[in-house]
């Protein structure tokens, strides 16, 4: 089986979930879905439709940039712009994402931990470094930042420029 | 040539205090060099051991909370106590044993086992988690290699028919036929018993580097450790001088010893770089399926030959 | 006469410093470079304890701390507790160009930067990974400035 | 010795120093009796904020600091950077730079796997094997270092290419590197399958059925141990690999030994490998130009590290420098991986089982908690763990 039958068998798993579809590479599928259908779209990729493993799961921050009038340098817009939560799926050389664009306020994601027990390190990587929450994920404490870091503060978010003191905490 | 000293300075010069402590150093290098070799490294410098002991202890002596002030100093004087007594009625260096009477060989054995139980005590006493594991397991090693190690002594004893080492070192040196051919099980397990005792690598759960830092000594530093390490130094230098009288058919003369003892000085190292390190569990499991069993064998085989041998004496060449 | 006692004293205190200084290795945040050179000092080819040195596992039992890596805040109050923990003549040698000024990681929000800003730092040794030979260099010249 | 010392959850003063390195980390178990109910890890002890770093870095500092994500396997993260961004400049790396970067690997991977055949017998308390392993992986590390100049963090690639280049003299240097490695590997292979004391801690240790490793996604020699056919140099050839093809190795017993066992056969496999390379070595430049704004864009650069797959997910903006980079390391997958199979093995047998994956982050001062059933907490250090394993054995 090349890759692009691979992955139009992906395509084929998941298209009832799929809002849009788009080729970044000639051997990935970006597959766009709504959040609220991850679970079902995991469980017959993976489960029952067998199709490789979860590789990553990679939380993305793309802001919108308005430019601000004193400073006159790119800033990022609160309201518009969007978070996105990619759940990767190699197979062979077939690389299928799943893809989710979630609001800044109350990004949430279902968990597919029940299903796949080895993602919780990516839900907690990604619920700590960018932010977005996901429901009833077994295990919700630090993964990797410090004990005593500040709540609330997303490192991996444009907005967030470090410390002002050079070591804090 | 047996020739005695005046007490006072055998017991503090020649083959008691000092020259005692200073060839435990030597034996200690000696043994970490031929393991060094072994695993193909230089090894350290020949007054390597003296340097680290002057430096324990010009060391700051840290003593941890929740211990128990008297006893923590306490210790490791009473274990350096105990293998300094041990080494006076062996036959050191090929001169006659410093005090020597009828029954000396049971007080020495107990004076060389006091040390693992001070080390017991040690980490017991303090709080700290490593060291408590330490102790468990120092302990459990203790009851192990204790019976066996304590049997194979008894062996060349029951032969000889007598108790007080300095003449089963002198009957060994007459025997036509070396103890280690006649019961080589024993001289196996007293040898292996001696390497579990000192917590040699093969043996050395107790204080694993790797697993629980230092074992029992872990809360110790400075003078503490190390009077326990120059403890040690001298239990291996007894231990080999007693395995090598009785099994290497005594010394009569101080060249006599050297090259006996060296020779085991490099069975040791030899075993200490073959074997990884064995589990707590399975080292107990070694002594007591194996080792108590063969050396308890062994000694019926002595006794009924012992009982036979007035008629069968020039076959068992008793 | 008791000034040549006490300095007779004191010169087999440093001699006995001097070649005996016991090591344990702390690893505040490295990328494993400077760890597995530190570890190579250890083996045949390199093999320190020609010196004496020996990689001790309780704090307790260590003089020279060698540390590697940019301290992250994470690991910050760990290396503070091991150097409180070590007794005195104590020394600590900062191995790789992240304990100096936190080398290739500046400025990532994680990282405090350099030991010198935990605990206090006798000898630096720069290089990302520095070799073996620097590293054992770098001891002996730690061992070096005790002889003074 | 079962668990009794007292409930409240307290930070255990730093544990044993392991000599065998590694980045601290922390492990959770919770038990019921014996059998390891829930396992989990907190990491983030070497959590240095580098995803981050790289954003305000331009694309060619971003290399450097690529490179250090971990010291072993240095020339693999720098070598997935590489051909992502050449990916994303649609720029294709000479043939020649290609089977370098591809020699060079082959190189690390086998420095890796003789350290962590070093380090997994120091774990055993069998020093002589580490001091000899380590030893011969001073030959790997001398040849490493008269082609790139340096023993670790070797920065053999540039953006578009090599910056090294393989002479006569340095070719027949490797050959005889490899001959001499093969004829100690074959000694190691022996002790291996054949040290009682071993295979009393690996054999039948830590099983993961086939299926298991499918789903949960065992990556690299964990995951081929178990039968699983993944490795990136086969599925989707990178570098050199499509003109220097390389055969999977696995072995379907899924325990500890097998695993042992199939990155000891990974080496002779990259001997072959080194030999093949440096015998027809291709012609032409060492690198090509890469611009210094690179277009917009999001690829997936996959690379098979010694531990197994490398996935760097990277997103540019069209300026110098990069939108967004994710790097999941292996060690990652296989933590996931091995502690969700923890779950019904004998807590006993925990030290040696993540010992075996070769983490990249396994800890010196691993401190375990575990949650008994009566949800009373106790942290105990990695001895204790270890300890408590031969306790329970005995």
Redesign the interface.
Known sequence: MDTQELLQQALEIVKEWTIEVTQPEENRRDIYIDARNIKPAVKALLIEGRWGYLSAITGLDSPEYQIDEETKERKVDPEKGKLEVLYHFCNKAAIASLRIRLPYVGAEVESICDMLPSASFYEREAMELIGITFKNTPITDHLILPDNWPAGVYPLRKTFKGFEKKAQG | MNITFPSLIALLLFPGGLFLLSSGLFFEYVDRKLVARFQNRIGPRWFQPLADFVKLLAKEEVIPAGTIKSLFILLPIVALAAALTAALSVPLFGFKPVFSYNGDLVVTLYLLSMMTLCIGLAGANTEDRFSIVGATRALTQLFSYEAPFMLAMLGPAIALGTWNISLINQGATQQSLWFIISQPIGFLAALIGLMGKLELPPFDAPEAETEIVAGALTEYSGRGFGLFKIGRDLELVVGLTLIASFYLGGFSTPLDFIWKVFVLLLITAALQSLFARLRIDQTVGLWWRVGAILVLCQLVLIIVGNTLSPFVAPLFGG | MENLAQEVMDKLKTWARVNSPWAIHFNSGSCNGCDIEILATFTPRYDVERFGIKLQGSPRHADVLVCTGPVTLQARDRLLRIYEQMPEPKFVVAVGSCGISGGVFQGCYNVVGDISEVIPVNVYIPGCPPRPEAIIHGIVELLKSLQK | ?EPK?KSEKFV?????????????GHFEFTVDGEIVT?A??????????????VE?RNWTQGL??ME?????C?HVHAMAYALGVE?LANVQAPPRAQAIRELVAELERIHSHL?WLGVA????????????S??DR?TV?DLLETITGN???YSANVLGGVKIDISDAQKDALLKGMDFLEERTEHYMKVVTE?E??L??TRKIGVMTFDEA????A?GPTGRASGVQ?DVRV??PYAGYPDFPVNIITSDAGDLEARFIVRIKELYESYRLVREIVDHLPEGDLTVKVPRRIPE????S?VEAPRG?L?Y?M?SNGSDKP??I?V?TPS??N???V??TAIGHKLADMPMILAGIDP?FSC??RMVMINGKQSETQV?????L??YG??Y??
């Open positions: 010795m010392q255990v003063p730093i544990g044993p120093q392991h000599p065998a390195l590694k980045e601290p829930n989990t890890a907190r990491l983030g002890f070497v959590h240095r904020g580098m995803e981050k770093g305000d450097y600091l250090r994500v971990c010291g072993i240095s990916k350290l017998a120091h774990e055993g308390g069998f020093d002589t094997l580490f001091m000899f380590w030893r001073e590390m023993r670790v963090n040290d004391t071993f009393g801690r499918t789903l949960l996604g990556i993944r599925d989707s864009g999001e690829v997936i996959r797959e996935l997910f997103k939108e967004r994710k999941r990652l997958c933590w996931g991986s502690l969700t990249c010196n001062d105990w250090d990695w001895e204790n270890r300890q031969i306790e054995y005995k």
